[in-house]
Structure formats: C-alpha cells, structure tokens
C-alpha cells in the first residue's frame, strides 16, 4: 500500500514539479512512515505501561510487607528491653545473696540478650534487603523481556531479512563496547 501510495505521489509530482514541498514523493513517504511509528507505538507504550503498574503494584505491597516486618521487629526490641529491666532488678536481689555470683549471671543474661536483639534486628534487615533486591531484579527481568519481545515483534514486522541481518551484525560488532 505504501508503495502505491508513493507511485501516486511520484506520477503526480513529475507532472506539477513547480507545486512545491508537499508534491515531493518523500515527504509523502516520510509523512507516512511517521504516521505509521507513531500508531505502532502507542499501543506497545499503553501495553508497557500496564505492566510496570501491576510490577510497581506487586512492589508497593513487598515494601508495605517489609515495613509491617520492620514493626514487628521494633515491637519485639521493646520487648526484650523491657524483659531486659526485669532481668536488671532480678539481678541486684542477687547480688544481696552473692555479689560474685550476681555479677557473672547478671553479664552472661545481658550478653545473650543483645545477641538476640542484633540477630533479629540483623534478620529483619536481611528480609527487608532481600525483598527489596528479589523486586528490584524481577522488575528489571521484566523489563528486559518486555523490551526483547517488542523489539522482537518490531524487527520481524518491519525489517527485511538482509536488514536484519545487517542490524544484528552491528550489534555483535557494538557489544564488546556497550558491556564496559
């Protein structure tokens, strides 16, 4: 059909050379093309956007899980700095009975307690690190395999297969430096 369209444009321009800009075939030609890229990509772009709205959904509710695990994590610290005081008091009416042995039991009980507390904590930041990475690398997977099938599509739609052919071979010749 462009093909026709621009056979017509020619014809017409051989014989009104003297018309002007809008006579040339090109301009036809170029015309065209632009209308053609730009309803080809305005539903690839509604079709990309939809998706990363349902990813940056699917990360909205990570981060709000992550966030509900950082509360728990806090709730769980006043906890055990509260079951820290207890131990404190238990401690000195020991210390009454046996200063020696008060001492070395009052150390060790807090000493364990602030290695649980830095284990937990430590593990709701690994969780959360982790949450945050495991999105972040589905979300450039899935972009990558949005953008590898659009240009799949693109290239098979629009390109012959000499052009194809040339576009992959300055690919392979650009990729060693695109990689650094």
């Known amino acids: 059909m462009l093909i026709d369209i621009a056979h017509a444009i020619e014809i017409v321009t051989q014989h009104n050379e003297h018309i002007g800009f809008f006579s040339r075939a090109e301009t036809w030609i170029a015309i065209t093309w632009i209308i053609v890229v730009v309803a080809v990509a305005r539903p690839i772009f509604h079709f990309i956007t939809n998706e990363l709205d349902l990813r940056k959904e699917k990360i909205r509710m990570q981060l709000n899980e992550a966030e509900q695990l950082r509360k728990e994590a806090e709730e769980m610290l006043i906890k055990y700095q509260k079951n820290q005081h207890v131990l404190i008091k238990e ?9 020696e042995r008060a001492d070395f039991l009052a150390e060790k009980k807090l000493n364990d307690l602030e290695n649980i507390l830095k284990n937990r904590e430590q593990q709701a930041i690994d969780r959360i690190n982790q949450a945050k990475a495991t999105a972040l690398n589905e ?11 659009t240009t799949r599509k693109l290239v098979a739609e629009n390109l012959s297969p000499t052009q194809t052919s040339t576009l992959i071979d300055q690919v392979i010749k650009n990729l060693p430096k695109q990689i650094h």
């Open 91 to 99: 401690a000195e009416e020991i210390i009454k009975q046996s200063k």
């Open 139 to 149: 979300v450039r997977d899935k972009i990558v395999d949005i953008v590898i099938n």
